[in-house]
C-alpha cells in the first residue's frame, strides 16, 4: 500500500451503490441519486454522477498538507474549482478551459500556505493562502447537479512533488507473479508466457439422457459445474554459476509445502489481482541451460500448477493495526472454504446465517478467497473490500 494514501476509491465496482476504498482508511463511497459505475473509463471502470453523488466520510484535511488527484471528464467546455474561507463571500475561484468528454488528470496540493493545481501535470494556478480553507468543491457549469464522470481518485497527507504526481498516473507494463507473498523475480525467475490463467472452465459431465423414441439426447445444463483450472507458467531462472541448483531449488521447494500455496497475478496494479489456492501435481525439468560468459547461467522451465477449487468470491482485508478482524456473514446450504491469506483456512462453512470472524495478529493487506458454489450463496455481508464478486 502507497504511503501516506488516506483515500483510493478506483471506481472498479460492476455495480451495486459501494465504491471500496482501497487506503487504510477504509472509507468506502456510497452512491445515490442515480450515480453510477460505468466501464467507459481510463482503467477498468469509473464513476458517472449522472446528476447524482458519491458521498465518502474521509474529509480533505485543509488545515494541513495534502494531494488530491483524479481522472475527470465532462461534457462542457470549461471546468473549475473553489476554495471557501471562513466569512461572507470569501472564496478564491479558478475556471479553465478543457475538452468536453475527454479525460483530463486534475492535481491538487496544498504545503504550508502554497496552494498549486495541475491540469494534464501542467501548472494552472499557484497562489499563496492567506488562511487554511474550510472547504474545496469541483465544478461545472450545470445549475442541476454534475454529470461528470471520474476515475482514480487519490487523496494522501503530504503535498506530492509534479514529479510524484506524474508518477501515479503511470501503471506497470510487467506482469508480476507471487507465490505466497514472494515476488517470482527475488528467485530469479521470470514469466515470460502463461496458459490457463483466464478463460471458461471445462464443465463435467452432466446428466444424460437418451430417449429412445427422440432424436439426440437430453442434458441436464441448469446448473452447470466445473473442472478443476490448470495453469502452466513458462518460466526462465537467472542464477550465478555456483549457485544455480540452489536457486532453483529455493524457488520450486516453495510449491512442495504441505497443503495449497498462493499463486498471485497482479496485470494491472495491485488492486484488483487474480488469486488461485495451488498446488504442483508432477515433476519440473530445467528445458535448457546455457551460460553467459563464465558467471551467469539460465535455464528454462514449464511449472504445472492446479487450482482444485475454481469458482471463488474475492475478498480484501486492510490491516491497519495487529490483531483486526475480518467478519463475514453467510447464508448457504452448499458448503464453503475460506482461505484467509496468511495460511490460515477455515472448511466447510454451511447454513443459515453463519457468522465467521477472523484476527489477523500482523499489520497487512490479505486477499480472502471464499470457494465452493459461489452462485448459490443465498445472503453475504462482510466488512472486507469484494474485489471479485465470482472469479473463475
Not at 475556471?95 to 496544498?110: N, R, S
Request: a negative charge.
Amino acid at each position: 500500500m502507497e504511503d501516506n494514501l488516506i483515500l483510493y476509491l478506483p471506481f472498479d465496482e460492476i455495480d451495486g451503490t459501494i465504491a471500496y476504498d482501497y487506503s487504510a482508511s477504509r472509507a468506502d463511497g456510497i452512491l445515490s441519486e442515480g450515480a453510477q459505475f460505468t466501464k467507459n473509463a481510463v482503467r477498468g471502470r469509473a464513476l458517472d454522477l449522472l446528476g447524482g453523488e458519491c458521498l465518502t466520510s474521509k474529509l480533505l484535511p485543509l488545515a494541513s498538507d495534502f494531494t488530491l488527484v483524479f481522472y475527470v471528464k465532462s461534457k462542457f467546455n470549461s471546468l473549475g474549482w473553489l476554495l471557501n474561507f471562513s466569512g461572507i463571500d470569501n472564496y478564491l475561484e479558478k475556471w479553465i478551459d478543457v475538452i468536453p468528454d475527454t479525460w483530463q488528470y486534475f492535481a491538487f496540493v496544498k504545503q504550508g500556505a502554497t496552494f498549486t493545481a495541475y491540469s494534464n501535470n501542467a501548472e494552472v494556478q499557484k497562489v499563496l493562502l492567506s488562511a487554511n480553507p474550510v472547504g474545496f468543491s469541483l465544478n461545472d457549469p450545470s445549475l442541476f447537479g454534475s454529470n461528470v464522470c471520474f476515475d482514480e481518485v487519490k487523496m494522501y497527507n503530504v503535498a506530492k512533488t509534479l514529479n510524484e504526481i506524474i508518477k501515479l498516473q503511470s501503471v506497470s507494463p510487467d506482469i508480476e507473479y507471487y507465490v505466497d507473498g514472494q515476488n517470482f523475480k527475488d528467485f530469479g525467475v521470470s514469466v515470460k508466457d502463461s496458459l490457463g490463467l483466464f478463460g471458461m472452465l471445462e464443465r463435467k459431465d452432466s446428466l444424460s439422457i437418451d430417449y429412445e423414441s427422440y432424436h439426440g439426447v437430453y442434458l441436464h445444463k441448469k446448473f452447470p459445474r466445473y473442472k478443476e483450472r490448470t495453469v502452466t507458467l513458462d518460466c526462465f531462472i537467472e542464477a550465478l554459476r555456483s549457485d544455480f541448483t540452489n536457486a532453483l531449488f529455493r524457488f520450486l521447494s516453495c510449491f512442495d509445502r504441505p497443503e495449497t500455496q498462493r499463486l498471485t497475478v497482479e496485470y494491472d496494479g495491485k488492486e484488483k489481482p487474480l488469486v488461485y489456492e495451488v498446488y504442483s501435481p508432477s515433476a519440473t525439468d530445467i528445458q535448457k541451460r546455457w551460460t553467459y560468459g563464465n558467471e551467469l547461467m539460465v535455464g528454462e522451465f514449464k511449472l504445472k500448477l492446479v487450482e482444485c477449487e475454481p469458482v471463488k468470491r474475492v475478498l480484501r482485508h486492510i490491516g491497519v493495526t495487529a490483531d483486526t478482524q475480518a467478519t463475514i456473514t453467510v447464508s448457504t446450504y452448499k458448503k464453503l472454504n475460506i482461505y484467509w491469506g496468511d495460511g490460515t483456512r477455515t472448511f466447510n462453512i454451511s447454513g443459515l446465517n453463519q457468522q465467521i470472524a477472523h484476527t489477523y495478529s500482523q499489520i497487512g493487506t490479505y486477499d480472502i478467497i471464499i470457494t465452493g458454489v459461489i452462485e448459490e450463496i443465498e445472503a453475504f455481508a462482510t466488512n472486507c473490500i469484494v474485489v471479485w464478486d465470482k472469479l473463475m
